[in-house]
Nanobody, 127 residues
Framework: QVQLVESGGGLVQTGGSLSLSCVASSGRIDCDWHMAWFRQAPGKARVLVASMRWSGGVTYTRVYADSVRGRFTISRDFDDHSVYLRMNSLKPEDTAIYFC????????????????WGQGTQVSVSS
């Protein structure tokens, strides 16, 4: 069983930056798993922010929501089974709980298809 733990959330002003980390505290994230960051704002559905889609071998494709492309960067560290999200030029509309997730098998952007989740970390951006 894989347990994911996020960290790095907080309060930042518009235009600021934050870096989120997600570590597998137990189990391991194999290289052929898809990793993703989702977010959920109050009263809204959980949506994909960014993902690293495994494409075979050691090839990955970074996928970004239109709303964050050019501002956010997702990365992975295979040695410590971690995934990261660097967030720049933050906006008030980025305020949400951010969740790390992992899945095996076919790639999907549907949160319902992800098997393993972290507990979430709050990101708040003040105007």
């Amino acid at each position: 069983q894989v347990q994911l733990v996020e960290s790095g959330g907080g309060l930042v002003q518009t235009g600021g930056s934050l870096s989120l980390s997600c570590v597998a505290s137990s189990g391991r994230i194999d290289c052929d798993w898809h990793m993703a960051w989702f977010r959920q704002a109050p009263g809204k559905a959980r949506v994909l922010v960014a993902s690293m889609r495994w494409s075979g071998g050691v090839t990955y494709t970074r996928v970004y929501a239109d709303s964050v492309r050019g501002r956010f960067t997702i990365s992975r560290d295979f040695d410590d089974h971690s995934v990261y999200l660097r967030m720049n030029s933050l906006k008030p509309e980025d305020t949400a709980i951010y969740f790390c997730a992992a899945k095996k098998g076919p790639y999907s952007e549907n949160p319902g298809s992800y098997e393993f989740w972290g507990q979430g970390t709050q990101v708040s951006v003040s105007s």
